[in-house]
């Protein structure tokens, strides 16, 4: 249904006001744990970014779709957290230099996916993959998941699932998006080398903004 809304930046503004707001539930105001940890994390943005540029259609239009989205989906959440008496210092501002740089890539990359071929395809397909891969990776070691007590701890039931969601995700994705163009060995090859290093730049970016508080 979305893939109808016209003009782009029309279903750019939509979908970044959703993430906007799920992010803004998922401080604490979603009562499941799967689903406020899932509002809280970088990749559905970026996969959000991703498809709403491969509908936009060329890669200029699914840089500027892909960059609305995250941009748009940072404002509203920041707007939703004043309107609820938070607030908004300059740090907010490094989400918005993320939203960005992460935005057009990502938007950028779906367009590609739609028209593009050769190793700009592959890269394009596993650009989403990257995204939930390294993703899962960061939240298993930043959450030490090799510690788990789960007789003890059984809220962390959750975090398995999330955690098995986004690998599960980031395995399956290629297939979906264009099982027929893509040359599997080097989109997983990618996937998993890329996704290791954004894991790694992902820890980075956490510390600077949140310091060395460990993920709970």
């Not at 995700?169 to 998993?192: D, H, K, Q, T």
């Not at 954004?198 to 956490?206: H, M, N, S």
């Amino acid at each position: 249904m979305l893939s109808r809304l016209r003009p782009w930046w029309l279903l750019a503004l939509v979908v970044g006001g959703l993430l906007g707001l799920f992010s803004f539930l998922g401080d604490g105001r979603i009562g499941s744990r799967a689903l406020g940890l899932l509002a809280n994390l970088a990749s559905p943005w970026a996969v959000a970014a991703f498809f709403v540029g491969r509908v936009a259609g060329s890669p200029k239009r699914g840089a500027a779709a892909g960059a609305l989205t995250l941009i748009s989906g940072v404002a509203s959440y920041y707007l939703l957290g004043v309107a609820a008496g938070y607030s908004v210092g300059a740090g907010n501002l490094v989400w918005i230099t993320v939203a960005l740089v992460a935005g057009p890539v990502m938007g950028l990359c779906g367009a590609v996916v739609r028209t593009g071929d050769g190793w700009g395809l592959q890269a394009a397909v596993a650009a989403p993959s990257v995204m939930l891969l390294a993703e899962a990776i960061f939240v298993f070691f930043e959450r030490r998941a090799w510690l788990w007590d789960l007789d003890r701890e059984p809220h962390r039931i959750s975090d398995v699932w999330v955690l098995a969601a986004l690998t599960l995700a980031a395995a399956l994705m290629p297939a979906v998006l264009e099982r027929r163009r893509i040359r599997s060995g080097v989109v997983y090859s990618l996937i998993v080398v890329a996704g290791s290093i954004g894991a790694t730049a992902l820890g980075l970016l956490y510390r600077v903004l949140v310091g060395s508080t460990r993920l709970t």
